[in-house]
């Protein structure tokens, strides 16, 4: 079993930046696919993005150009760094990993992913 910890989070203005950090405990190339998901308050918890171990990746179509997922496979190290934060951003943000080929098609499926971390906050004012 794979652990998965997340950390980074915290209180940022609108506009401001974060970058998250996904610690996994083993190889990040035995996880062939690393996704980023968040659960805003009130809401159901979405995929935010993904990246493959060939490091392909995939966005969700409202954090294109803002977000940008990487790995450091020496680090066993999966980052999503945040730019241009807006309220709306506000979220737990949760890793996952999974054994499956990240695909266009299915990456945000939770059911995916087989590993879960804890969550990191992320509180974006206005």
């Known amino acids: 079993q794979v652990q998965v910890v997340e950390s980074g989070g915290g209180l940022v203005q609108a506009g401001g930046s974060l970058r998250l950090s996904c610690a996994l405990t083993t190889s990040t190339s035995s996880s062939y696919c690393m996704g980023w998901f968040r659960r805003s308050p009130g809401k159901e918890r979405e995929g935010v993005a993904s990246i493959d171990f060939d490091g392909s990746t995939n966005y969700a179509d409202s954090m294109k150009g803002r977000f940008t997922v990487s790995q450091d496979n020496a680090k066993n190290t999966v980052y999503l760094e945040m730019n241009s934060l807006k309220p709306e951003d506000t979220a737990m943000y949760y890793c996952?990993?999974?054994?499956?080929?990240?695909?266009?098609?299915?990456?945000?499926?939770?059911?995916?992913?087989?590993?879960w971390g804890q969550g990191t906050q992320v509180t974006v004012s206005s």
């Open positions: 996952a990993a999974s054994s499956l080929r990240c695909r266009p098609s299915t990456w945000f499926w939770q059911s995916e992913y087989t590993d």
